[in-house]
């Protein structure tokens, strides 16, 4: 099987987030080139001990290359891309955004990326586990989360992800009813039942996240505390099937680790979906655009509780105003 590779020509500045697009459209194997140092959370993550003695300077210049299934429409996808690019630039540097093209035969590099995902800690007692990995390094009030992410889904190691965590270890009781909008691989859904959910509800639109959260809720042993539907919850048809297929529940916490662009929607249509006292918890907020979503949540009626940052990335945490 042969594999189509784009290689975006862009910036360090729009790396992370256009790294985090590509995976959002669904491409295979998001790779990032640039000559940033790693930092000392880096190399324990990545088990790097030994580097090159010369490393070109950063020059702030960066590649992120992805791969397309041959059977796909190659063009269409380009077009997509492009256009995702020209989004970024209005609020980020984002290079020439030249796009290239290759061919591998290669269909071992969707695991290749496996060599480098080990265990690590998400802080004092919150550990990530790769399936396929040993846990040597345990606590005895250890959270131990087993995560295969498949191919462009969540591990937990993005800033984002941390931001969420952080909050829900604030609002999680042992009685919370918890919504997961944008899953991805599970990770915030599995985490908060394992700091003592009664029961999480986590959506996505994409089949594949679907498959993935559904195999991570069996491997770490939620199942039965939690389940997940294909929704799109900002399609008011769908979102009105999914508040019918579900008797109109409410829950005590909303989670949103998803994108500003989403978000900012989203918080004009969640008040339903949450009780009364009910917390909305949000991130995928690039720095830039922490103000419009700011705006739009005050405009929706909701009490902004606490804004949070870590390096170029917001988490939004609310409650709407009854």
């Known amino acids: 099987m042969k594999w189509n590779k784009l290689t975006i020509e862009t910036t360090t500045a729009a790396e992370d987030m256009l790294s985090y697009e590509l995976s959002e459209m669904g ?7 640039d000559h940033v140092p790693l930092s000392e959370e880096d190399r324990k993550i990545m088990y790097v001990d030994l580097l090159p003695d010369e490393i070109a300077p950063d020059d702030g210049k960066a590649r992120i290359s992805c791969y397309v299934d041959e059977k796909e429409d190659l063009q269409a996808v380009i077009a997509k891309v492009k256009a995702k690019i020209e989004e970024l630039s209005a609020f980020l540097p984002v290079g020439s955004g030249e796009i290239t093209l290759g061919v591998t035969e290669e269909e071992d590099w969707i695991n290749n990326w496996k060599v480098f995902f080990k265990p690590f800690r998400l802080d004092d007692n919150i550990v990530i586990k790769p ?22 889904f969540g591990s937990g190691s993005h800033e984002t992800t941390k931001l969420c965590i952080s909050q829900l ?47 991570n809720f069996a491997i770490n042993g939620v199942a039965g505390q939690a389940e997940v539907q294909q929704v799109n919850i900002l399609d008011q048809d769908e979102a009105d099937r999914f508040y019918e297929k579900n008797n109109g529940k409410r829950y005590d916490v909303v989670v949103a680790n998803i994108l500003a662009d989403v978000i900012i929607p989203l918080s004009g249509i969640v008040t339903p979906l949450l009780k009364e006292d009910g917390i909305f918890i949000t991130s995928g907020i690039i720095n830039t655009m922490e103000e419009a979503v700011k ?3 005050l405009a929706n009626n909701f009490e902004i509780l606490e804004i949070n940052h870590m390096k170029d990335w917001v988490s939004i945490t609310a409650k709407p105003k009854r």
């Open 295 to 297: 705006e739009a949540m």
């Open 131 to 152: 399936t396929w990995e040993t846990l040597t390094d345990k606590k005895d009030d250890d959270i131990v989360v087993e995560i295969d992410p498949g191919t462009a």
């Open 27 to 33: 491409m295979e194997g998001v790779e990032i080139e």
């Open 169 to 215: 270890k604030k609002y999680i009781k042992k009685d919370t009813e918890l919504l997961d909008v944008g899953t991805g691989s599970g990770i915030l859904s599995i985490i908060g039942l394992k700091l003592g959910a009664h029961h999480a509800m986590a959506t996505d639109i994409d089949p594949n996240a679907i498959r993935a959260t559904d195999e």
